[in-house]
């Protein structure tokens, strides 16, 4: 397969006012992120000298003219308590030395809570077009255990500043299996977020592993350890989650979410027609895509993947010369996927999608077995030449996806192949 340049750039921005106990993401709170001792400014010299690392590498190996980026997503953490000036001179870095092409999708992550919403006309008018609210749930008690700090009347107030904003592509990102959860609340989150009117929702189940028990917490993982009080957390909240409690709740949400006119284009992301979110189809397509900042993963879209160290301080100190010495990549690892692993991992991610993969893949000998059980079981159906989930192949989507997996054995799954969402 021919090398292509990456379509798309994430951007991780390590900081938040203060932590979830649930979040699985890079995020750094407290003296880090805010008043004197604050690792911002220096996080966002850091990003700059990376960003142009990056671009260097890209420029030797495609050239400069290389194809400009389609989508470029500022995650993290909360980008938004960056200052709008910072988004725009990024954003400038960005287009400068990887080219944003016209009509690019240009996502920022953002809280609903006053505090940590941001300037969101200094935003947009620095050229972020796509805005993705953290709103998880719309039960004030549910908030309030997930740690969040907002209240169900920021997420209206968020909307309409969003709208008033000029952000005319608004996602809502909701959570499903929260403890203490139950059908009427989650009906309640829903219909309240429909009523919003945003353009797109996403609705992930909550994941509670401990990254440290998978070996991601080293030197170079992407995950920073647990906090001993998000540990406790997670144990109490993990007995309280059920499976059977997850497959409806997200079975009311497919419909509830179909009958409001969201099309349901991947396992947890709807949109409005026209409306979906493009960096994440780059993900699941297996375009190539670039990332920075600390813990951010980048592919090659072929069988190259690679990331960055979690730890910001051992960011700052590769990209931040001092003494005369010269900046370098910051410390990661990187890794090469075998063939067979990467044509299941790409069958993975087709099913994800509502269009699903090309019905060809059944003669594929290490593919035949899974999608033929898959078909065999009804959780995969066929039509118009390509082979998708069925709607209860949607609720034990991980019973196919292991079978797909080269030397997997089929054990047992949630219900739902999902993971959190920030
Ligand atoms: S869940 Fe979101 S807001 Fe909460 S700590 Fe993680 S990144 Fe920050």
Known sequence: MQARSPVALYVHVPFCLSLCPYCDFVVYTGRDAHGPASMVDAFVRALLVELDLRADALDERFGAARAALTSVYLGGG????????????????????????????????????????????????????RLSLGVQSLDPSELKRLGRRHGPDDVADAMAAARAAGFEDVSLDLLYDIPGQTVGSWEATIEGA???????????????????????????????????????WRGRARREQDEDMAAELYALAMARLAAAGYVGYELSNWARPGRECRHNLAYWQREPYEAVGPGAHASDGALERRWNAARLEGYLAALLARDGSQAELPPGGRETLDGATARAEGVILGLR???????????????????????????????????????????????????LLPDAAPGTSSPVATEAAA
């Open 353 to 403: 999608m509502t269009s699903g993969v090309d019905e060809a893949l059944i003669s594929d000998p290490l593919l035949a077995p899974g999608l033929a059980w898959g078909l065999q079981a009804r959780l995969l159906e066929c039509g118009s030449a390509r082979i998708r989930l069925s709607e209860s192949g949607r609720l034990l989507s991980n019973e196919i996806f292991l079978r």
């Open 78 to 129: 909360t980008p938004s308590l960056l200052p709008a000036a910072v988004i725009r001179g990024l954003l400038e870095r960005v287009d400068r030395r990887f080219g944003i092409a016209p009509g690019a999708e240009v996502t920022m992550e953002s809280n609903p809570g006053a505090g940590d919403r941001g300037d969101l006309a200094g935003f947009r008018a620095a050229g972020v077009n």
């Open 194 to 232: 429909i009523g919003l009117v945003p353009d797109h929702i996403s609705a992930y189940a909550l994941t509670l592993d401990d990254p440290e028990a998978e070996s991601l917490t080293g030197p170079t993982g992407d995950h920073l350890p647990l906090r001993s009080g998000a540990r406790a």
